[in-house]
């Protein structure tokens, strides 16, 4: 399976857990009290942060506080499904970096995606 930034699933990503790994974006799964189920090997790279610091924590308040606003982590609150592609800026280790974020959930599946297209390669 071939997955994009862009044309991957919430059904594709659960489908493919075991693959997550060799994508070239990040991807972080996790549920509705946003704690952090699923971390790819690209986004524990690129963010500096091991999967074992990261999963079972609250991402936007314990992970990304910097994502914890209106664009991004009250969106998955107050809208019932989100496929939007937006553009962000992260404030990682006080470096501005720009990325492009995927927010994606389903009204039929407790697990939420963020995928992360980093400008770094």
Known sequence: ???????????DLLSSSDQLDALNFGIIGFNDASEVLIYNTIEAVSA?????RVLGKNLFLEIAPCMNNAIVAHRFE????LDVIISYVLALRMRPIPVKLRLLKKTDNNTRFLLVEWALK
């Open 48 to 52: 500096g942060l091991r999967q074992a």
């Open 1 to 11: 399976m071939n997955l994009t930034f862009e044309g991957a699933s919430i059904k």
């Open 78 to 81: 107050n809208e019932p499904e």
